[in-house]
């Protein structure tokens, strides 16, 4: 590693995009994933329906109960 980088011709914000969305990755445990995967098979769709779907009906659960 250098002691010193010469920054005097960077450009400020080059590469920022403000409409970006960042998906983060969700790790599930293999029981769970293997789980979620039947369901997905079985209605013909995919994970990451299927893990909103659940998701979303636990938030209701979670509203309805405060």
């Known amino acids: 590693m250098k002691m010193q980088y010469d920054f005097s011709k960077g450009v400020r914000?080059?590469?920022?995009r403000p409409k970006a969305v960042l998906k983060i990755p969700v790790y599930l445990d293999k029981d769970v994933q293997t789980f979620v995967q039947k369901i997905a098979k079985s209605k013909q769709s995919d994970v990451d329906t299927v893990v909103n779907e659940l998701l979303k009906?636990?938030?209701?659960?979670a509203e309805v109960m405060q």
Request: charged share 35%.
């Open 13 to 16: 914000d080059k590469f920022f």
């Open 57 to 61: 009906s636990d938030m209701h659960l």
